[in-house]
């Protein structure tokens, strides 16, 4: 399921980038959780839950069956 969540990714990352943010894959588990950090103006963005929760997670849903939830995560 990686290899599809990575090619879903690139496919959304034009539109993040657009807005001078980006998003990194940082791991996906076996029950479908895939983790990903937000970068640049994506990071401090008031409107980061709603991009991942709209934008990034509906979109891998309906691009990758088998993915459940996709969670940020910060290093």
């Given at each position: 399921m990686k290899k599809e969540v990575e090619a879903a990714i690139e496919k959304i990352?034009?539109?993040?980038?657009?807005?001078?943010?980006?998003v990194e894959l940082v791991d996906v588990t076996d029950?479908?959780?895939?983790?990903?950090?937000l970068v640049g103006a994506c990071a401090?963005?008031?409107?980061s839950t709603m991009t991942l929760a709209f934008g990034i997670e509906n979109e891998l849903k309906k691009q990758v069956p088998g993915v459940?939830?996709?969670v940020a995560v910060s290093f």
């Open positions: 990352r034009p539109a993040l980038q657009a807005d001078g943010g980006d029950d479908g959780i895939v983790k990903v950090r401090g963005c008031p409107m459940k939830k996709v």
